[in-house]
């Protein structure tokens, strides 16, 4: 089935839109087809305490599941990023439960030991691919399930990046996985230890520890509002093709 994914702010409605019926918690609602759902809910006199926070599809607040009148499928998306359909029924779920292991991240390593103790239950996936089919970011969620099983950490990674944690596929899973804690903690591990450390990054780092730039500070913090404005409107911007590029004050770097 194809839902349609909101492409902008459709708050103002259109001249001449049709009025289309919904269902929200099993009541019927008359509301323009234009409309986001989170929109429509809004229109139809709800006010969000919980479940909205975004509007733009990254924060993960607003999952939402729904069935179409008549056919038996279920469909999950966000509220906040999917265009309302004729006799849709809806509900939101704002949150699901599951739980987030305890860990220190300097005392566990990026293995699949530490996975299997963090998150053991990751063992138990019968592979209905449930989770991927809930994503309303499209991710491989199963896919990661199965890298972490491997202990590929680096995969799950990548695979769960855009991961927005609304708790859909934890809410469909036969095996109970707590799919997006286990992913955040792949990522974290990644993070930390397999991804190689970026030398300038480490450079500057040590830089600033030694105290290179605290006199810079120190001026800056001392200088008038009006010199401060003609520093900033005169600072030397760096060009968008930056490659080879320098400062003309390099003292700094
Ligand atoms: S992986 Fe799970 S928690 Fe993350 S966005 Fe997809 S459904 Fe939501
Ligand atoms: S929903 Fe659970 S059991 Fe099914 S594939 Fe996903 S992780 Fe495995
Ligand atoms: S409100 Fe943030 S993702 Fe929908």
């Known amino acids: 089935m194809k839902i349609d994914v909101a492409t902008g702010d459709r708050a103002i409605v259109p001249e001449g839109t049709k009025v289309i019926p919904i269902f929200i918690m099993g009541k019927r609602y008359f509301v323009p087809e234009t409309l986001t759902i ?40 966000l ?19 599951t739980n987030r292991t305890a860990y220190q991240l300097e005392e566990v390593d990026a293995s699949a030991e530490t996975i299997m103790k963090l998150y053991p239950e990751v063992m ?3 592979a209905c691919n449930a989770c991927t089919k809930s994503c ?14 491997r202990g590929d950490i680096a995969k799950v990674a990548r695979l769960s990046f855009d991961c927005i944690q609304c708790g ?21 591990l990644y993070g930390r230890y397999v991804l190689p450390r970026a030398e300038h990054v480490q450079k500057r780092v040590a830089d600033i ?8 500070l120190r001026d800056l913090v001392n200088t008038g509002r009006e010199t401060l404005e003609k520093l900033y409107v005169g600072r030397e911007m760096e060009p968008q093709e930056s490659a080879g590029w320098t400062p003309r004050d390099a003292s700094y770097l």
């Open 38 to 77: 989170q929109k429509a809910m809004e229109y139809a006199g709800y006010q969000y305490i919980r479940s909205c926070g975004c509007r733009g599809g990254i924060c993960g607040a607003c999952p939402t599941v729904f069935r179409i009148l008549g056919d038996y499928h279920l469909h999950f998306c």
């Open 79 to 97: 509220a906040c990023q999917t265009v309302v359909q004729e006799n849709m029924y809806l509900t939101q779920v704002p949150f699901f439960p």
């Open 124 to 126: 138990k996936c019968v």
């Open 136 to 149: 309303p970011m499209d991710i491989e969620v199963m896919e990661y399930v199965n890298a972490a099983m």
């Open 168 to 188: 859909l596929c934890s809410s469909r899973c036969p095996a109970q996985i707590q799919h997006f804690h286990l992913a955040q903690l792949c990522r974290r």
């Open 209 to 216: 520890k030694a105290g290179k730039y605290d006199e810079m």
